[in-house]
């Protein structure tokens, strides 16, 4: 079940308070909804909450859902939305020992990872020194596999800009990748 | 860093890129990367770089595993309930057609549901006063602990991850059947294949006209002792 049009059937189920479309949709769609939130968040137990809270909208407003564009787009952008709000809402409160300790890689630091030539184990690490921004869209072109138009949707920012921030956000890495010794030869 | 600024030619198709390697450009797009590859073959190296941050994410994203809870029945009991029940959502039977006509009652309607609801709770009456004689035994426990009411014959299916809904519903529908519950643990759905009374050829014959659906269907569980 992996086709647009299936999940526009089972919103249109959803629409008419069809439970069991529901439990098809959650169990298509949360995971990855629940990992984006993590990759977000930084807090699974938060995640786990706000993806909640996303099949909740789902349900309230499926009815009002317009088909322009993919379920995919409206349930990540629902989850970006929700997860801004909370983040705005902590945004001075530090992040807890536990929880920075927890999204921390186990793996070396990028140089020790280079060095010992993990290269795979450097680039993760590097990816998670990248902003927010632009490890969001990152995530949402290489893991969620979303078109320029659809981050566009997503994020809310101009195409020209997701393009611009994509673009920036791969030579950031490799600046990063650089300095801990990994040299890609780009840019 | 400045967003706003616009890329150069070379920039643009070296942005494009990561959406090149992910499929998700369009034909004129994928058209206008081919073009700056074959001016730019130097360009073509960061097709593997790309490669490897994107192997990077995936795992990433991989190491997050879902959470243990049973997250989808915690969800649907927080479902804010309304008038139209699942049922009522799925078929267009007399009996729907009643329920819908009780719920949206109208002046002229009042004084039908007065008639309405006095013949449920004869019907009711009559079908527990017919149970109660007969004796017979409601319900099964399934997999996951959860009891079922035995509105019908149900079988546990499990189907292919790349079926799709609507040719699963299609299929179903064809033959009488439908999902009534689910997922359970497993990616088990509960499908209501007949009616309670059914006899174990029928039943047997049923489960095996779901087991020769081999493209949607990967296994039939019967429920039945």
């Given amino acids: ?187 | 860093m400045d967003e706003n600024r616009a890329l150069s030619e070379r920039e643009e198709c070296e942005a494009l890129l990561a959406w090149y390697v992910t499929g998700r450009l369009s034909a004129a797009d994928i058209a206008r990367v081919d073009a700056c590859l074959a001016r730019h073959p130097d360009m073509r190296r960061q097709l593997g770089l790309i490669g490897e941050d994107r192997e990077a994410v995936v795992r990433a994203h991989n190491a997050i595993v879902a959470p243990r809870r049973l997250a989808a029945d915690q969800l649907v009991a927080r479902l804010p309930k309304s008038r139209v029940s699942r049922l009522a959502a799925l078929a267009s039977t007399p009996f729907d057609l009643m329920r819908n006509f009780l719920t949206a009652p109208s002046p002229g309607a009042v004084r039908w549901v007065a008639l309405a609801a006095l013949a449920i709770v004869l019907g009711q009456a009559a079908v527990i006063g017919t149970l109660m004689r007969s004796g017979s035994e409601l319900g099964y426990q399934t997999a996951s602990g959860g009891a079922v009411n035995k509105a019908g014959t149900n079988v546990l299916v499990r189907f292919h991850a790349s079926a799709g809904m609507d040719l699963i519903s299609a299929e179903l529908s064809k033959r009488g059947m439908r999902i009534v519950d689910g997922p359970k643990p497993g990616q088990l759905y509960v499908v209501e294949i007949g009616p309670p009374t059914m006899s174990d050829t029928e039943r047997l014959a049923r489960e095996a006209d779901l087991r020769g659906l081999t493209g949607l269907i990967s296994s039939v569980l019967s429920t039945s002792a």
């Fill in chain 1, 1 to 187: 079940m992996t086709d647009a049009s299936d999940d526009i059937a089972l919103l249109t189920r959803i629409a008419r308070k069809d439970e069991v479309a529901m439990r098809l949709l959650f169990g298509r769609h949360h995971l990855p909804v629940f990992r984006f939130l993590v990759r977000m968040v930084r807090s699974e137990a938060i995640a786990e909450e706000l993806a909640n809270e996303v099949f909740l909208e789902v349900w309230r407003h499926a009815g009002a859902f317009e088909q322009r564009s993919a379920v995919t787009t409206w349930m990540l952008t629902i989850a970006r939305n929700r997860a801004a709000t909370m983040l705005r809402k902590r945004r001075d409160e530090p992040m807890d020992d536990d929880a920075a300790t927890k999204f921390a890689d186990d793996a070396d630091d990028p140089e020790v990872a280079a060095q010992k030539g993990d290269k795979a184990a450097a680039i993760r690490r590097c990816m998670e020194k990248l902003s927010a921004e632009h490890r969001e869209i990152v995530d949402l072109v290489y893991y969620h596999e979303l078109s320029v138009a659809e981050v566009s949707t997503v994020v809310g920012i101009p195409e020209a800009t997701v393009k611009t921030r994509m673009f920036y956000a791969r030579k950031k890495l490799s600046e990063l990748l650089a300095a801990a010794g990994v040299d890609r030869g780009w840019p």
